[in-house]
């Protein structure tokens, strides 16, 4: 995913997020680190760079929005994923970063008149750019210690990567010492390891031999040869290709360019792309550009685009870095090879999620190096947009040369497929699950149909797994692999069959002994005793996250008028809104969630009541108003928060013409700038403190 691009429509700061907005930053986050990790540690994604790079866009936009959003372990602020289990790690000499991506020829010039004018340049013209070939491979760190390697680290998640520095000797062309007349004390050198489409097609035909399933591509079988720890495929590893292309540490003074660093890589023995050349000017890069992607298709290796660097090392530090890019370097993809084939049949798949996504299934084609015969089609908006028909020729693309997606049809050739026997039927909507016939429900504003059945087989153990997770019912031991080896023993075919376990049942399974089975039935003991927020938490009902449950449980107070609850009372809810409330509704009316609450109660499930809310007491004297706090204040933030709020009043995190006042304190930065231009009322403490008492002498003269 190295390159994979943000950008963004609207970076203005406005007002605070409503619970929806932060509904929504949550599931991008959960589901951004989902696919990093896919992409990062399994080497096995399941989106398109177009579809990663939409959800990254959608974050940023929204966490540039609301600054109070900012969470420095989002993954906007870092690259990759966390290393994967049972990999010693290690931390990189410098943090590893991606790079931007430009998808036309307009986002290339705009990043050249980026650079121009922050090196206050008029002519981007002026700037002079190596251009490299953009690698399809695995980015790895090499640490030699005065010429010899001792370290060879994996990306990991940018600052940590997997050492794999025994797999890595095995390479041909990395070399155990460097041919230097005079070594750097410690020389840190990036790359990319990568599998030439020669070797790749050799041992997908010893691996067909032998009866064992080919690799899907060349990206994925030189990443998943790195991590390989047990039964190591030496063959494999024999058959990479190691790139240079980065000297992070260890550079003489003498080297002042990069394409001066790339030729120092090879005077000491590194193998570095023979295609890397010099543009001076962007216009020059565009043509290389256009070389490269005509020379595509014969070149040794797989690529995806080209690279270019600002060939100065001088200017490439005055420009700097940000949190996970350069500033000085861009990723300009290739577009998508396409290739003619026949949609045979199309298919309902169930994801863990309950999303019903219709599948492609094509007569099998040769496309970007990969033979394909399946392509989510999505949704069903999707398939009537295309006007697609089972029978019709369709040209198909792989998606940043990664996942198969369907382009169009070539309606003018429909005769063909009427002539070899198709009827050229469309497929309507599916109104039911294909795996556990319960209704399929599409929410309003969303595009995917969707299985609401807790019990689904297909959702079972991403159920299992949420119903358990902390914010849940938090029952501890219950991870991943046991859940997996509780359902396909068959001990657990619905989500409340968990409150049925016995000891007995857990201690057969593998690396369960009776310590270990005593303890997971101890801790499912203590979840049958919950809230009601941790409930609806636990029900995995779309829309609801923490606060949401939280909005419910406050308003409603038990499960038993939740579940009479009609559309327009949820709806009413401040912070929910009608396509919540739909979720909810229509979760609770499925007949067989209903069932699975019952019988939870059966086996023990307890709500604990909800304290008795307060008393209403009439206007609080700061309602409605809005605080934001700045600079250092002589009490803790939270302690002037608690008040603010226990007055009636509300604590952002930004200034907007919605704010009342800014409490500043000493060294009080931006926002008290931006509260003058809005014209907004600057506190300091002993005003704020007036305020406060004022307020305190109005709830104790109304008591």
Known sequence: MT????????TTPRDEPTARDRARVEALRAEIARHDALYYQQDAPEISDAEYDALRRELIELETRFPSLFDPDSPTQRVGAPPAEGFTTAPHRSPMLSLDNAMNEEEMRAFAGRVARTLGLEDPDEIDFAGEPKLDGSGIELIYENGSLVQ??????????????TNLREIPSIPAKLKARKAPRIASIRGEVVLPLAAFESL??????RDLKPFENPRNAAAGSL????????????CLEFRAYALEEGRPRRVRTQMGLLALLREWGLFVSPEVDLCHGVDAAVAYHDRMLERRGSLPVEIDGTVFKVDDLALQAKLGNLARAPRWAIAFKFPPEQALTILEDIEIQVGRTGALTPVARLRPVRVSGVTVSNASLHNQDEIERKDLRVG????????????????????????????EGFRLERRPSPTHCPVCHAPAVRLEGEAIIRCTNLDCPAQLKNNLRHLASRDALDIDGLGEKLVDQLVEAGLVVRLSDIFALRLEDLEGLERMGPRSAANLIAAIDRARRTTLPRLLIALGIRHVGQTVAELLANHFRTLENLLAAKKSEIAA???????????VVRFFEEPSNRDELARLRELGLRIEEPPPQPEEAGPKPLENLVFVLTGTLSRPRPEWKKRIEAAGGRVTGSVSRKTNYVVAGTDPGSKVTKARELGVEILDEERLESLLSKADDRVSDNA
């Open 3 to 10: 390159g994979r691009s943000r950008k963004t429509s609207d």
């Open 152 to 165: 060879g680290l994996t990306r990991g998640d940018g600052r940590t990567g997997e050492d794999v520095t």
């Open 204 to 209: 997908n035909e010893s691996r067909r031999a």
């Open 227 to 238: 991590r390989q720890i047990h039964d190591i495929d030496h063959e494999r590893l024999r």
């Open 392 to 419: 019709d020729r369709i040209m198909i693309q792989r998606a940043g040369d990664v996942i198969p997606q369907v382009v169009r049809a070539r309606i003018d050739r429909r005769r063909e497929a009427l002539d």
């Open 573 to 583: 809810i401040e912070g929910i809104g009608p396509i919540i409330a739909e979720s």
